[in-house]
């Protein structure tokens, strides 16, 4: 029985401990530079990278990657050479153990949190949905686009005809997973969440690893429109 207790106060202490630690990484930080516009100029510079609590797991080494506005990139690798990582780490979930990363000139570190990922838009593997309706899910990449426009990114995302077909059309209930739509049918709207909010930076992350042929090439489709 004091086995067991001791072994649950551990437990007990260590769960507390997490939850009592303060990110350095601060999104309610009101601190930094806030650009009213991001061209979309990225540099990393020299970057090393790893995980906190690895530290012998080196991810990112002497990294250099520059990429200019309005143009396209792939990232090619093996799984686990640190592609997800050079997205996170483009969102500032974390920081680099060395190096710097550059928007437009200025350090992440130097601009506001909230605004520098205002101004990304990110589709990954398992796309999140909320409660609400397709034309809702789409409309919180910006809640002021028209009708014309939810549209007109769901037309570019290869969305709007099978949306179009729904007995409710947009107004189709989609739930927290998207249950009831197809892989490549929730990628395609999760697509045209981030085509609508227009924005300088779009990042991809393994977007149709997890797909069926045919889903992947629907939405390869939309991804050869938007670029």
Known sequence: MTSEL???????????GILDRVTKI???????????????????????????GQPDAVILKDFNLKVSARSIIALVGPS?????????????????????????????KI??????????????????????GIKDNILYGRPTA?????IQAATVANAHHFISHLKDGDETY?????VQFSGGQKQCIAIARAIIKNLSILLLDE?????????????????????
């Open 174 to 178: 989609c739930g927290e997973r998207g």
């Open 6 to 16: 001791a072994k649950g106060s551990a437990a007990f202490k260590s769960v507390f």
């Open 80 to 108: 686990g050479s640190g592609k997800s990582t050079i997205i996170g780490l483009m969102e500032r979930f974390y920081d680099p153990v060395k190096g710097n990363i550059t928007v437009d000139g200025t350090d992440l």
């Open 207 to 227: 977007v149709t690893s997890a797909l069926d042929g045919e889903s992947e090439k629907v939405v390869q489709e939309a991804l050869d429109r938007v670029m």
């Open 111 to 132: 601009l506001n949190l909230r605004c520098l990922r205002e101004h990304i838009a990110l589709v990954g593997k398992e796309p999140i949905f909320f409660g609400g």
């Open 146 to 150: 028209t009708k014309a426009e939810i």
């Open 26 to 52: 601060n999104l309610d930080d009101p601190q930094g530079k806030k650009p009213v516009t991001i061209q979309g100029n990225i540099k990393f510079n020299n970057v090393a990278f790893v995980y906190p």
